[in-house]
Each structure stands twice: as C-alpha cells, then as structure tokens.
C-alpha cells in the first residue's frame, strides 16, 4: 500500500464515477433519439449539433424545478431514497474489470477498482439494496401510487433476483471462482460463456431488464397505470437521481452481461495482433465499452418494441418461466461438467 | 358473439377474439419477441417523416383557408364598402363593423361613398370556412394561406383593420383563390343562393 498504489486508484474511482455520469447522462439523450428513431422521428436535435446539449439542458432544468415535499411525507426517508439508489447504482461499478492492466513505468496496474474474490457475490449484494432506495422513496411519499410503485417493485425484485441468481451459479461452477476478474480472464481467446451457457444468457437477459426496471418490466413506475409510480412526488433533482440511477444501473447491467457472458474486455485475436501490453489493454476496454453500447442499444430496442407486461404475468413468468430453467440450466451444467471435465 | 354481430364490420379488418391454447413455441414468447423486434429495427432506418418547423414549413395549398385579408382595388382605395353581407354569412358570427361616410378628402382611400371605420374578425370564433368571401359582392375579402399565429391574451386574436387590410407596398395574391371562373360563377346572379 504506497502513494503510488493509493493515488492510482484514487485517480481510477474519480475516472470512473465520472464516467458512469457521462455515460449516464448521455443514454438518456440516446434514449431519445433512438426512440425517435424507431417511431420515425428524428428526437432532440435542437440543443447544440445533433442535440448533444440535450443532457445538459434537462439537468439544468431539473436543477431550476421547484423542490416539493408532500405535507406528510417522512422528512428523513424522503431524502434517502433517491440518495440511496443513487448511491448503490454507483457502487456497483467497483468491482466491474474494466480492461487488463496498464504497466506504468514498470508497474502493473489493474483497471479495476477493486478485485474482491467476491465480486459476483458484491455485485449482487449491492443490486439488491437497490431496491430499498425505491422502497424508501415510494414509503416516504405518501402517495398510494408510489406505495403502489415500490410493493411492485420489491416482489418483482424478489422474483427475478432467483432465477438471476440461479443463471450466474452455473458461471460459478464452470469457472470455479466468485472474482469477476477471473471470470473474464478464463473467458479469454473467445472462450466465451455465452457460447456454453445460452440458456443462462437468456434467463440473465432477462433478468436484468427486470432488475433495471426497465420495459417490458417496468412495473414500478408505469406511467400509464402508477403516474409515476415511485416518483411520482419527486421533483427536481430528487426525481434527476431516481432517473439518472437507472440509466447508471443499466450501464452497469451491461458491463456486468458483457463480463459474465461476453469475455469483458476479451476481443478476437486479442494477443495474436503483436501489439504491445498497453496497446491490448486500451483496445479490450474498447470492446469492453463497445460491448456495453451494444447492451444498452438492446435495452432501449426493447423498451421501444415490447408492452409493458401485466402484474400477473410478470409474476408468473418470473416463478414458473425463468425458474425452472434456470433450476434446469443449473442441473444441466452440472451434469455436464462432472462428466467433461472431471 | 352472435352471428348478426358478427356481419358488422366497417373495415372488414375486425378479428374474432381466440382463447386457443397457445402452441409451446408461442409461449416461449422469444420468436415473438424477435419479431417485434426485427419491425421496430426496421423502423430504425426508415426515412424520419419530421419537418423541421421553423426552418422547413409543409406547403400549403393555394387555396388553404387560412387568415384573412382586406384587399384594396388598384388605385389602393379599399374594397370594402361595409355592407355587412360577410358578417351576415358568418356562421360563427365573428365578423363585426361600423359602416361609415366617405369626405372628400378620402376619395384616395375608399372606393366608395360608404366604407368600414371599424372591421373586426374574432379569430377564436372564426371557423375558416369561407362563407365571408364567397358572400362579398365587392371582392374585398379574402382568405389566404397564412396562419393565424398564437397571442397570450384573448383580446388579441379580435384582428381590427390594421392587421387585415392589405398593405400598399406588400400586396397579397389572391389570383389563386379568385381564378377568372370563380369570380364568373360568383357574379351569376342566377347560381346564388341569396336572392
């Protein structure tokens, strides 16, 4: 633990807590436009080129919106919530291996703020606080729309978080390892997961949207049924969080799908090409974060193309689809790794 | 669903609601889903329908009913002789004038002995339908293919004469609206249904 080691890493989480804003910040203009895109319509264009301004315009206008609080909200909790989900949302990037290492006069640095041998298990941990920044928020309200908005959101939490849950303990048992570092690493040379866990791959898919709240599951705000749902008495920058921390969760939600199932930073031909050390590691991130544009292009492809799913429904895919294919998928693997691989 | 219901159909597009059982291929629900998405991808690139309002403005029609204009003859004296037939025709009465006597002095301003000192259109209650210009003996009034533009406050959509009487030195066309058969069809006494 010296200066150096300490300042890296300082200098990595800031790299990065920026970066999630940023990106953030700028889904939700291609949220937009690719909205407009796929209804025909051109979105934003009028703020700076290509409406790239959009972003800062409508955090300067949720900045300038009237702070309200309902008369009988709790004070306390009311804050808390959207606090809480931005925070967890940000959290999760830590332990998500952004590229190889870097070797910086001599000394090898990882790109990765912190390699627990946890990590899928902190990943996990983190997410499912998440919800209690909803929870909170819509508690707090005291509106029955947003109780409404956050009842929906923690049994849709709880019926996804299994079958999720479930898809990533076959990745556990073919790689032997909690740590999202070594995960990725043994998916180098194409050896990618997607390619012998298609059933977890889809059952995880899946699982994200819903873990994300977003369309076809997004039940807790459902603005046509909830007004809102959870924030519908958020205003300002409290409602800014609770919208931002779901684009932050999305970006996350794809750096975690391109981690587990697509090699992470893993590219073909990755060290057949003579590049120097550096030069690989900045073109895996490269792939890493084209991987995650992808993801998050197929995000809002399904939020543009699927209805929202009815309550019911969501509940029964949840326990009697994903589940037992999940299960399913987790025996398979099982039986086929004691028969191949021992 | 009887069967008589069953013969109304305006389109003939109506689908009869199935209960069936769904097939196990329809209740993966991914093919579906692919479907969907492949119609929604194919969207993505279609040619974008929006026009860019301020810089680009959707053609009117020649004939588009649209605001009104006092037209003057071409000596510039105004057309208009207040008789009141436009505001007669009016069927959302939005039309109102005061008739006044033409000086001697005003013989460079109005065609007539007698004109409008005061000519009010309501734009809130005007309907656009014409019926103002086709019931003007005097080819004064006119509608045009200019847009009534939005106010804040209502009293400002009651347009007088200094809004509707056409300027001298920026004339408004109406050769379009007022074709020589037009004005044929409108001075056939016999064709009118006012007599």
Known sequence: MDIQFILYKIILIVAILLLSLMVAMYSTLAERKVAGFFQDRLGPNRAGIFGLLQP????????????????????????????LTMLVALLSSAVIPWGGTLIIAGRE???????????????????????????????????KYALMGSVRAASQM?????????????????????????????????????????????VFLICAFAETNRAPFDLPECDSELIGGYHTE????????????????????????????????????????????????????????????????????????????????????????????????MVLTGFFYMLFKK | MNQDQKKISLTNRSKVVSNKKMTLMERFYLPAIFKGMSITASHFFKREVTIQYPEVKRPFSDIYRGLHVLKLDDEGRERCTACGLCALACPAESITMIAAERKEDERNLYREEKYASMYEINMLRCIFCGDCESACPKEAIFLTNRTVPSEYERADFIYGKDV????????????????????????????????
Do not use: C
């Open chain 2, 164 to 195: 509707l009487v056409e300027k001298k030195d920026s004339r408004i066309d109406v050769s379009k609206r007022q074709t020589p058969e037009v004005l044929a069809f409108k001075q056939d006494k016999s064709k009118s249904h006012n007599n």
């Open chain 1, 109 to 143: 640095f990882a790109l990765q703020v912190a390699d627990v041998n946890i990590g899928v298990l902190y990943v996990f941990a983190v997410v499912s606080i998440g919800v209690y920044g909803i929870m909170i928020g819509g508690w707090a309200s005291n509106n």
């Open chain 1, 56 to 83: 800062v315009a409508d955090g300067l206008k949720l900045f300038m919106k009237e702070e309200f609080m309902p008369a009988n909200a709790d004070k306390v909790l009311y804050i808390m919530g959207p606090s």
């Open chain 1, 158 to 202: 709880i019926s996804y978080e299994l079958a999720m849950s479930m898809s990533i303990v076959t990745i556990v048992m073919t790689t032997g390892s909690l740590s999202l570092n070594e995960i990725v690493t043994q998916q180098q040379g194409m050896h990618w997961n997607v390619f012998t866990q298609p059933i977890g791959f889809v």
């Open chain 1, 234 to 329: 958020y205003s300002s920058m409290k409602l800014g969080f609770y919208l931002f921390s779901e684009y932050i969760n999305m970006f996350i939600s794809s750096a975690m799908i391109a981690s587990l199932y697509f090699g992470g930073y893993d590219f073909p031909f990755m060290h057949d090409m003579g590049l120097s050390h550096n030069m690989v590691t900045l073109m895996g991130t490269a792939a890493l974060f084209l991987k995650i544009t992808f993801f998050g292009f197929l995000f809002m492809w399904i939020r543009w193309t699927l209805p929202r799913f009815r309550y019911d429904q969501l509940m029964r895919f949840g326990w009697k689809g994903l589940m037992p294919w999940a299960i399913a998928n």
